[in-house]
């Protein structure tokens, strides 16, 4: 098992890399089946390699358990973790959180509504460049008076489509 040691460190290391990067871009940005599919299956290889980790380093895991000072580290850590798991709130009937927050499907559809000028100037952009560069790429982009949801319907595309623009 040993002989297999860097192969399974950088196992782990390689698979809780995507893992992580591509449920940042779940949460903050975007969803596509490609990627629901490499996160998942990914997922299934870093639980599986962290298993193996965990076992051919069960010894010295061990000796750092014993050490009391580790379990102070992960109090907080396990705290957190069941907060952010169960107690952030009650879902309601549309599975969003009670008490204003906003699930990802709500913030879009806020965006969508929003003046790209509006939207340009949240993300630090010249509406007008942001305009040119759709024109460039074959859009219409008649007006930084037009919501991103009149500009994708304009052109045939979802608002997210029109959203890159900006966010670019």
Known sequence: MHKY???I????????????????????????????????????????????HIFQNWKPL??????????????PVVAV????TFGLG?????GRLEGGNLNPRDVMGKLAQAHAADIAKVFG????AVLSKMKTDGLRADSADATVQELAQNNHKSPDGIL???IK
């Open 164 to 166: 890159v623009y900006f």
């Open 9 to 52: 460190t950088t196992s782990v290391g390689f698979t809780f890399l995507v893992v992580g990067v591509t449920g940042v871009i779940f949460q903050f940005f975007f969803k596509t089946p490609v990627l629901e599919h490499i996160h998942g299956w990914l997922g299934v290889a870093m639980v599986t390699a962290a298993i193996l």
């Open 90 to 94: 009650q879902k309601d009937k549309g």
């Open 5 to 7: 040691r860097k192969f």
């Open 62 to 75: 061990q000796n750092h358990l014993r050490d009391g000072r580790v379990f102070l580290l992960l109090i």
């Open 81 to 84: 973790i069941a907060l952010l």
């Open 125 to 128: 952009k010249d509406v007008s």
